[in-house]
């Protein structure tokens, strides 16, 4: 890498230029029957250049299909130009992939992953106190500190953030390997240095760059107003408390500064249980002075009911994934419930079939989490069944919002003022923080502004884009969203793992197994291993291969010793004792991995594929 010029992402909006007979073909040209695979057959994945990385319906760019999460794999059905067609599942065939989330990514917004390994968390990586994990990013300066074990003339580049890595999920957010190979350190140590990708760390120069005179407007308004949209228990029991909200929103945020209350809306999504006559209602954002009526109308409506729970998941889901939001700058979500909540969503709320069942409050609130959108959530009476709170609570605190609970002594009128402060609170935070950012903002000779990507968080950059705002992310020295860099073997900080799935883990134990019977029918010994190496590789690999360059190339993976570094006729023309002695070392491995299959069933069983220490691996 060294020489190269520092990798970088451009983030402006996919233009959708292109005619609607070229977006048919487009859409048309890239199917296949079978998945997208390199020259070994192993099936390309792909990993988001950033945390806001989009994918379409076609390779036009024109409609939205879903968001790739960071670090994720995401696996190619096919190519077409300039975009890949991904899906979200872990798919051998076509089939299998188009059963989950499938869109098209521009290329130059994604890394190739072209193996199974990565660097997983430890747990020592979670406490509060340790060294940051380093990298390089320059091959040349990594091999002189290798050299010479000096950090202060050859530094890395990319320092972690340890905030953001103890937020993270230890089985699911691993580091991705592109490749690793074994080097000495001041000549003596010998080290496995890893070419991973990383969340890196953005340097004090990077600024988004290119927003014209005519988006300058809209960009003021995505960063300087939020929009909440009220999620509210419409039955039957909820009029009190509506009217005490509406009477409580229409005194405290009224007297709010003027900028805030000029750069704020509100919404609702009204629900009731799922077996009323009018299950939903939305409301688009409204001006907050016209907010505090529109409830107090609704109140007079609220009716039904009788369920014991109610599917507050459900209509939190709806206001996040499918309600419009229209051009709301900051998103922000109250939710309101009375009773009990249904523990998951069960997907009747909504007439059209557009929310899933079976979500639980972590992955709804994950959901939020990933869109920036945190939720304040409000026991609205003193009835409280088994589910209300962790369901309320996990909304509130997996997404940064707040849980009102009702409390002793409370009241309708009590509760319903605790609610509009902590939105006058979260509605004045978010404009200030906007007009913070605005105040940063600086126009060029050319009449285009640049803003400090320091002051933007995801969220922020997220709202411009949704508003229409063209950018460029000009990441300045060294600075990148997700980049590939080199890091040190690290016993402490971080582990190996290949990504495995169960039948391909009974592919090499079986594999190995045949290789350790030791036989005297050389040819059905041949035949034997043929086939066992068949049942990973297929038919056609190439037998001038060693064993072990077969295996890893159709699987992406790398062996820790060279125990198959032979080819299928070695073992034949090795003596008695040679063989004994080999094969012994292969029916060792052979236990391991079987053992390890045995001692995590109940994961293999349940999941598609188990991130599984590469240390199991011979």
Same mark, same amino acid.
């Given at each position: 890498?060294?020489?190269?010029?520092?990798l970088?992402?451009?983030?402006?909006?996919?233009?959708?230029?292109?005619?609607l007979?070229?977006?048919?073909?487009a859409?048309?040209?890239?199917?296949?029957?079978?998945m997208?695979?390199?020259?070994?057959?192993?099936i390309?994945?792909?990993?988001?250049?950033?945390?806001?990385?989009?994918?379409?319906?076609?390779?036009?760019?024109?409609?939205?299909?879903?968001?790739m999460?960071?670090l994720r794999?995401?696996?190619?059905?096919?190519?077409?130009g300039?975009?890949?067609?991904?899906?979200?599942?872990?798919?051998?065939?076509?089939?299998?992939?188009?059963?989950?989330m499938?869109?098209?990514?521009?290329?130059?917004?994604v890394?190739?992953?072209?193996?199974?390994?990565?660097?997983?968390?430890?747990?020592?990586?979670?406490?509060?106190?340790r060294?940051e994990?380093?990298?390089?990013?320059?091959?040349?300066?990594?091999?002189?500190?290798?050299?010479?074990?000096?950090k202060?003339?050859?530094?890395?580049?990319?320092?972690?953030?340890?905030?953001?890595?103890?937020?993270?999920?230890?089985?699911?957010?691993?580091?991705?390997?592109?490749?690793?190979?074994?080097?000495?350190?001041?000549e003596?140590?010998?080290?496995?240095?890893?070419?991973? &990708?990383?969340? /890196?760390?953005?340097? =004090?120069? %990077? *600024?988004?760059?290119? @927003?014209? #005179?005519? !988006?300058?407007?809209?960009a003021?308004?995505?960063?300087?107003?939020?929009?909440?949209?009220?999620?509210f228990?419409?039955?039957?029991?909820?009029?009190?408390?509506?009217?005490?909200?509406?009477?409580?929103?229409n005194?405290?945020?009224?007297?709010?500064?003027?900028?805030?209350r000029?750069?704020?809306?509100?919404?609702?999504?009204?629900?009731?249980?799922?077996?009323?006559?009018?299950?939903l209602?939305?409301?688009?954002?409204i001006?907050?002075g016209?907010?505090a009526?529109?409830?107090?109308?609704a109140?007079?409506?609220?009716?039904?009911?009788?369920?014991?729970?109610?599917?507050?998941?459900?209509?939190?889901?709806?206001?996040?994934?499918?309600?419009d939001?229209?051009?709301?700058?900051r998103? &922000?979500?109250? /939710?309101?419930?009375n =009773?009990? %909540? *249904?523990p998951?969503? @069960?997907? #009747?709320? !909504?007439?059209?079939?557009?929310?899933?069942?079976?979500?639980d409050?972590?992955?709804v609130?994950?959901?939020?989490y990933?869109?920036?959108?945190?939720?304040?959530?409000?026991?609205?009476?003193?009835?409280?069944?088994?589910?209300?709170?962790?369901?309320?609570?996990?909304?509130?605190?997996?997404?940064?919002?707040?849980?009102v609970?009702?409390?002793?002594?409370a009241?309708?009128?009590?509760?319903?003022?605790q609610?509009?402060l902590?939105?006058?609170?979260?509605a004045?935070?978010?404009?200030?923080?906007?007009?913070?950012?605005?105040?940063?903002?600086v126009?060029?000779?050319?009449?285009?502004?640049?803003?400090p990507?320091?002051?933007?968080?995801?969220?922020?950059?997220?709202r411009?884009r949704?508003?229409?705002?063209?950018?460029?992310i000009?990441?300045g020295?060294?600075?990148?969203?997700?980049?590939?860099?080199?890091?040190?073997?690290?016993?402490d900080?971080?582990?190996?793992?290949i990504?495995?799935?169960?039948?391909?883990?009974l592919?090499?134990?079986n594999?190995?197994s045949?290789?350790?019977?030791?036989?005297?029918?050389?040819d059905?010994?041949?035949?034997?291993?043929?086939e066992?190496?068949?049942?990973i590789?297929?038919?056609?690999?190439?037998?001038?291969?060693?064993?072990?360059?077969?295996?890893?190339?159709?699987?992406?993976?790398?062996?820790?010793?060279?125990?198959?570094?032979?080819?299928?006729?070695?073992?034949?023309?090795?003596?008695?004792?040679?063989?004994?002695?080999?094969?012994k070392?292969?029916?060792?491995?052979?236990t391991?991995?079987?053992?390890?299959?045995e001692?995590?069933?109940?994961?293999?069983?349940?999941?598609?594929?188990?991130?599984m220490p590469i240390?199991?691996?011979?």
């Amino acid at each position: 890498m060294s020489g190269e010029t520092p990798l970088r992402f451009e983030f402006s909006k996919l233009l959708a230029a292109a005619s609607l007979s070229l977006a048919s073909t487009a859409a048309n040209a890239c199917e296949t029957e079978a998945m997208m695979t390199n020259d070994f057959g192993f099936i390309f994945k792909v990993v988001a250049g950033s945390d806001k990385i989009k994918t379409y319906k076609d390779a036009s760019g024109s409609e939205e299909s879903f968001e790739m999460e960071l670090l994720r794999p995401y696996f190619v059905i096919c190519e077409e130009g300039d975009y890949y067609r991904v899906t979200d599942l872990n798919a051998d065939t076509v089939d299998q992939a188009l059963a989950g989330m499938t869109g098209y990514v521009e290329k130059r917004q994604v890394h190739l992953w072209n193996t199974r390994e990565a660097l997983n968390f430890s747990e020592i990586a979670f406490l509060e106190e340790r060294p940051e994990i380093v990298a390089w990013d320059d091959e040349a300066v990594l091999n002189d500190f290798m050299r010479t074990g000096n950090k202060k003339l050859y530094p890395p580049v990319f320092q972690e953030d340890l905030e953001a890595t103890r937020m993270r999920e230890r089985a699911t957010r691993p580091y991705p390997v592109l490749g690793s190979d074994m080097r000495l350190l001041r000549e003596t140590a010998e080290k496995r240095v890893y070419n991973v &990708l990383l969340p /890196a760390a953005i340097s =004090g120069e %990077a *600024k988004i760059t290119g @927003i014209s #005179t005519e !988006d300058v407007e809209r960009a003021q308004v995505a960063l300087s107003t939020a929009t909440f949209v009220v999620v509210f228990d419409a039955t039957g029991s909820m009029e009190k408390f509506a009217l005490a909200t509406a009477k409580s929103i229409n005194g405290a945020l009224s007297s709010l500064p003027k900028d805030v209350r000029d750069g704020s809306t509100m919404g609702f999504v009204f629900y009731r249980d799922a077996g009323d006559e009018e299950k939903l209602l939305s409301v688009e954002p409204i001006p907050l002075g016209e907010a505090a009526a529109a409830l107090e109308k609704a109140a007079d409506f609220m009716t039904g009911g009788g369920d014991v729970a109610e599917p507050v998941l459900d209509a939190v889901y709806y206001a996040s994934n499918i309600y419009d939001w229209g051009q709301s700058g900051r998103k &922000l979500m109250l /939710a309101v419930l009375n =009773g009990d %909540a *249904k523990p998951a969503t @069960i997907a #009747t709320l !909504d007439d059209d079939g557009r929310i899933p069942a079976g979500m639980d409050a972590f992955s709804v609130a994950r959901d939020l989490y990933e869109q920036g959108i945190p939720a304040i959530t409000v026991q609205a009476s003193a009835d409280a069944g088994p589910n209300l709170m962790p369901v309320l609570q996990t909304l509130s605190d997996e997404t940064g919002g707040a849980f009102v609970p009702w409390g002793s002594g409370a009241n309708e009128a009590m509760i319903a003022e605790q609610v509009t402060l902590l939105l006058g609170e979260r509605a004045t935070a978010s404009v200030e923080e906007g007009k913070k950012v605005l105040g940063q903002m600086v126009m060029d000779l050319n009449g285009y502004a640049s803003i400090p990507l320091k002051v933007l968080d995801g969220e922020k950059l997220e709202r411009l884009r949704a508003a229409g705002v063209d950018f460029n992310i000009d990441p300045g020295e060294n600075g990148v969203l997700v980049r590939e860099g080199y890091v040190l073997e690290n016993d402490d900080l971080l582990s190996p793992t290949i990504q495995i799935e169960k039948e391909t883990l009974l592919g090499l134990v079986n594999l190995y197994s045949v290789l350790a019977t030791v036989g005297v029918d050389e040819d059905a010994m041949i035949q034997s291993i043929s086939e066992a190496i068949s049942a990973i590789a297929g038919e056609d690999y190439d037998p001038e291969d060693t064993i072990e360059e077969i295996v890893e190339k159709k699987l992406g993976i790398q062996f820790r010793s060279n125990l198959l570094q032979f080819d299928i006729n070695y073992i034949p023309a090795m003596v008695p004792a040679e063989r004994l002695a080999l094969t012994k070392r292969i029916q060792d491995a052979a236990t391991k991995l079987s053992q390890y299959l045995e001692a995590n069933q109940e994961e293999f069983d349940t999941q598609v594929a188990v991130w599984m220490p590469i240390a199991v691996l011979p």
